[in-house]
């Protein structure tokens, strides 16, 4: 069974550029989260879809947005890059949402730098 | 305000020797926690959870350690082998609701052969 795909895997972009970033779950996995993991912080939650409806939404700006499609694939967007916004994006897949013991199972990720 | 708290940066060891991984969070809402390791260019790996209902949860080499009085959980590796040198991070779930974990920032593993 294939895992998470990121793509793409690394992206440069200058500030004030917007950018697409791609998840494919796993097959079967119909909840899809996305985190942002910089320099020395912890991952942190971005938000959740499930059966394409956000459930969840961390505490970002606007500017991060996201959807899934009827197949589970998932995209999030940031409009109008700041340098802050340089990080690995990861994205996890799991069967279920909002249960405990549900294992959620990680990309490689995607690395933005912002320059 | 972090709720989740990894105090140590990075824990060296020898191999076939213990790890011990330490975890602190501050919510008390929190009732599910989960360990993830991570290697250089990929994702978290899942590796072992435990709910508060719970002191004590055992997965082969790896046992994790509840203290809800505390509000501490530790994560323990024994043995200790070169290829669990990695980053290790810590998290909790709330109860109820969202189910959104909240991760430590991570420890960095290495281990000795």
């Known amino acids: 069974k294939a895992g998470v795909t990121q793509t793409p895997r690394y992206l440069i972009k200058t500030r004030g550029q917007q950018v697409t970033l791609s998840c494919s779950p796993i097959?079967?996995?119909?909840?899809v989260s996305w985190y942002q993991q910089t320099p020395g912080q912890g991952l942190q939650f971005l938000f959740e879809?499930?059966?394409?409806?956000?459930?969840n939404k961390g505490n970002f700006p606007g500017r991060f947005s996201g959807r899934q499609f009827s197949n589970s694939r998932s995209e999030m967007n940031v409009s109008t890059l700041e340098l802050g916004d340089s990080a690995l994006y990861l994205c996890a897949s799991s069967r279920l949402a909002g249960v405990n013991e549900e294992t959620q199972y990680f990309g490689p990720g995607t690395r933005l730098l912002v320059l | 305000d972090q709720q989740v708290k990894q105090n140590s940066p990075s824990l060296s060891v020898q191999e076939g020797r213990i790890s011990i991984l330490n975890c602190d969070y501050t919510n008390s809402m929190f009732d599910y926690f989960l360990w993830y390791k991570k290697y250089p260019a990929e994702g978290p790996t899942f590796l072992i959870s435990?709910?508060?209902?719970?002191d004590k949860n055992e997965d082969g080499r790896f046992t994790v350690f509840l203290n809800k009085s505390a509000k501490h959980l530790s994560l323990h590796i024994v043995p200790s082998q070169p290829g669990d040198s990695a980053v290790y991070f810590c998290?909790?779930?709330?109860?109820?609701?969202?189910?959104?974990?909240?991760f430590g920032r991570g420890t960095s593993l290495i281990v000795h052969p």
């Open positions: 998290a909790a779930r709330p109860s109820g609701g969202s189910y959104i974990p909240t």
């Open positions: 097959s079967g996995h119909r909840s």
């Open positions: 435990i709910s508060s209902i719970k």
């Open positions: 879809y499930f059966s394409e409806t956000q459930r």
